[in-house]
């Protein structure tokens, strides 16, 4: 059977500032979906990462389906409605234009779909960060599909022999779509050269060499080139199939023990470490750090199972610890040089109007 996994996530309001949206508002969603998308939809599950919420959900109508689409903005705009009743922060701050047209892409909300036969088993991951950047995944998928220190299967299994080819966008191009398909093992210096840049650069999806079959789609809404101006960190999700001619899962996973460091944290115009937690963490350090959740669900005929949390396991934990003091190490120096984003991404355009302000003070020496 022919099926596509949509996920359609948005930032359409949280308690206590950026922290988590409130159970009503989260009720609202799964009720909309619930009563709208019984003659659309198979299956669909409902989360929060950060203050995120995410619509997963399995159909058999392919990718950027206008009826899809449109069943999940109409979903946040009714989450958004109990956001402004509860007066929660930050109502439908991800919904950024007027009117719905054709689909979702470029109107605020995150996206990522997979479209495929089922094989007999299919078990897939689903990846949401927050208070980071699409580029967030950037490293940790290089390492799961072209590396065979963190990806043993590329050495090992004769399902994975060929590689993999990633497609790269230039996110800072805002006419069009403008990609770029590399393939590892022989582009991997190509592809590093890329990805180095996450503010850029980002992973839109990635292929399997030996079949031609699709393992990765990733988000690559950045919010500043719709809005013209930043309006909230693009907080990307993901999402992975795994098993057979794709890494296992805990090849996927296995990067996110690094904790590197992305974009965002406070005001979206930070460096921190990226923190894989468990499902329904809330956010609270300097507004941060960084967070990536991961549900592991397997799918026959678009039914889903119940997920399985890839991060609650005591190993986690101690990688937890280890991060929370990289976080706090970077947090000691402040404002001071590489703690603090460039100002192209800052999320304010206050320091700018300050700094103007300064230039005409400073004077000229001979
Ligand atoms: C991402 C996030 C942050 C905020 C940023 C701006 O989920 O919450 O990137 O967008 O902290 O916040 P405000 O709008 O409160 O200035
Ligand atoms: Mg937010
Ligand atoms: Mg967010």
Redesign the pocket.
């Known amino acids: 059977m022919k099926i596509t996994l949509s996920v359609l996530k948005a930032?359409i309001g949280s308690i206590g500032?950026?922290i988590t949206p409130s159970q009503a508002l989260l009720n609202k969603v799964n009720n909309f979906i619930k009563e709208n998308g019984k003659d659309l939809i198979i299956d669909y599950f409902i989360s929060h990462t950060?203050?995120?919420v995410a619509i997963l959900c399995t159909h058999e109508r392919g990718k950027l389906d206008e009826k899809i689409h449109k069943l999940a903005w109409e979903a946040f705009l009714a989450g958004t409605d109990t956001a402004k009743k509860q007066g929660l922060?930050?109502a439908g701050?991800d919904l950024l234009k007027e009117a719905f047209s054709g689909n979702i892409k470029g109107m605020g909300p995150a996206v990522a779909e997979l479209e495929f036969d089922e094989r007999p088993n299919e078990p897939f991951l689903f990846f949401a960060a927050?208070?980071t950047e699409p580029g967030a995944y950037n490293l940790p998928f290089y390492l799961s599909f072209s590396d065979p220190m963190y990806c043993a299967g590329l050495t090992l299994s004769p399902k994975m022999n060929k590689g993999f080819t990633f497609h790269i966008m230039d996110a800072e191009y805002t006419e069009k779509d403008k990609v770029i398909e590399l393939s590892s093992p022989e582009e991997i210096y190509d592809i590093a050269a890329l990805l180095r840049d996450n503010e850029r650069y980002v992973i839109e999806s990635i292929y399997s060499r030996n079949t031609g079959n699709q393992a990765v789609a990733s988000s690559t809404t950045r919010l500043h080139n719709i809005a013209g101006k930043y309006?909230?960190?693009d907080?990307p999700v993901s999402l992975v199939r795994v098993q057979g001619e794709f890494p296992a899962t805990g090849e996927v996973l296995s990067p996110y023990q690094i904790g590197h460091f992305v974009a965002?944290f406070?005001?979206?115009s930070h460096t921190g470490p990226l923190m894989p937690c468990k499902q329904n963490t809330t956010i609270s350090y300097f507004?941060g750090p960084p967070v990536v959740t991961g549900a592991a669900f397997c799918v026959r005929e678009g039914k889903l199972t119940e997920p399985a949390d890839v991060f609650d396991h005591p190993f986690w934990d101690h990688v937890r610890n280890k991060i929370s003091e990289k976080a706090a190490d970077i947090r000691r120096q402040g404002f001071s040089g590489a703690a603090m984003l460039p100002y192209k991404e800052l999320?304010?355009g206050g320091i700018v109007e300050r700094l103007e302000k300064l230039d005409k003070k400073f004077k000229f020496r001979d």
């Open positions: 930032d500032g950026h950060g203050d995120d922060y930050g701050q927050d208070k309006t909230g960190k907080d965002g406070m005001r979206g507004d999320e304010y």
